[in-house]
């Protein structure tokens, strides 16, 4: 579904942050992005959401080439990726409803009033049942950040990126946030998790994208095993 071959990324005319990174995501499989800071993992994220275009090599999203396709034509490719941002990006002025919402609004593809109510399925999905109406100023950490999934999720991307998800919440949270991403991974949404938690990753029986330097390895999850074992989250 997603395939990089000897994909190089590099800011200006800096050394490649990302070298030779050559990878394929299948439908439906479940992989943690991992390495310490400046491995390059918010680079090839930025990659995975096209927010950027590589230095060289070959990506394909979707059996469409995006290194040649016109700009013109990453809209409709990027509605198909839900990503939950490291940092939220709610707006601040809309309800927790409204930025559900929001995304395919934008997209003027759902009538206002079933999106409402698919909106509010998601958000007492993800335990916020009661907060259709809170602003994210009164939310938690944790509330934010499950609204921040909700919104993502909307549109029933094929991919979902999630940049950090549990490094702002404590432990219990975390596994009730990683129940979710399981949960989706579950009905078919191919599924990326940047994290530093080791323990998160050493928990979970999934492989690995560990970027060490710029450069990719690939570790398989225990017994070759494409998906987390649900049943330990």
């Known amino acids: 579904m997603i395939r990089f071959e000897n994909v190089g990324m590099r800011y200006g005319m800096d050394s490649e942050i990302l070298k030779d990174i050559s990878f394929e995501l299948e439908r439906g499989s479940f992989h943690f992005l991992t390495g310490a800071s400046g491995a390059g993992k918010s680079s090839l994220l930025k990659l ?6 590589p230095s060289r090599g070959l990506t394909s999203f979707f059996d469409v080439n995006t290194v040649i396709s016109t700009r013109a034509a990453l809209p409709k490719l990027r509605r198909r990726i839900g990503v939950v941002f490291q940092e939220f990006r709610l707006l601040e002025h809309l309800t927790a ?3 559900v ?4 609004v934008l997209a003027g593809e759902v009538k206002e009033e079933r999106l409402k109510e698919q909106s509010k399925e998601l958000l007492s999905w993800v335990g916020l049942k009661d907060k259709f109406e809170a602003r994210p100023s009164t939310l938690s950490g944790g509330e934010k950040q499950r609204l921040a999934i909700a ?5 029933r991307p ?3 990126l999630a940049d950090e998800p549990t490094g702002n919440v404590d432990p219990e949270m975390a596994q009730r946030l990683m129940h979710l991403f399981v949960e989706l991974n579950k009905i078919g949404t191919t599924t990326v998790i940047a994290t530093h938690d080791i323990s998160m990753v050493k928990h979970m029986n999934a492989p690995e994208l560990r970027l060490k330097n710029g450069e990719l390895e690939l570790i398989p ?3 070759n095993a494409a998906n987390p074992t649900v049943g330990e989250v």
């Open 151 to 155: 919104r993502a999720v909307i549109g």
């Open 221 to 223: 999850a225990a017994g």
């Open 48 to 53: 995975l959401y096209l927010a950027h275009r």
């Open 101 to 104: 919402m929001l995304p395919m």
């Open 97 to 99: 409803v409204e930025n």
């Open 158 to 160: 094929d991919l979902l």
